[in-house]
């Protein structure tokens, strides 16, 4: 089930954001965490970045691998990923 909630991640987040990546405010939405706390994910590897874009921008399926890992289900993630896509959405 985890596969398939991933892959739905990858398609909702590609037709959006042209990318499976999220960008510094939309990892903290998602992740409910302030930017001191997600510089600390990046920092000791637990949320995995990239820099393609000279930005710094974080994984969606890192990010939702440490939400479950904080306890969360994953169609408690995925509900929290698709907000933030509808908020993308209205911009």
Same mark, same amino acid.
């Given at each position: 089930?985890? &596969?398939?909630?991933?892959?739905?991640?990858?398609?909702? &987040?590609?037709?959006?954001?042209?990318?499976?990546?999220?960008?510094? &405010?939309?990892?903290?939405?998602?992740?409910?965490?302030?930017?001191?706390?997600?510089?600390?994910? =990046?920092?000791?590897?637990?949320?995995?970045?990239?820099? =393609?874009?000279?930005?710094?921008?974080?994984?969606?399926?890192?990010? #939702? &691998?440490?939400?479950?890992?904080?306890?969360?289900?994953?169609?408690?993630?995925?509900? #929290?990923? #698709?907000?933030?896509?509808?908020?993308?959405?209205? #911009?």
């Amino acid at each position: 089930m985890d &596969s398939v909630l991933n892959r739905l991640d990858t398609l909702e &987040s590609s037709s959006v954001t042209g990318s499976e990546y999220l960008s510094r &405010s939309q990892a903290m939405q998602f992740l409910h965490v302030g930017s001191t706390k997600l510089w600390e994910l =990046k920092n000791s590897g637990t949320i995995e970045t990239t820099e =393609k874009t000279g930005k710094v921008l974080y994984k969606t399926s890192s990010c #939702r &691998s440490y939400l479950q890992s904080q306890g969360y289900s994953a169609e408690m993630a995925q509900e #929290r990923f #698709r907000k933030i896509l509808q908020t993308k959405q209205k #911009r």
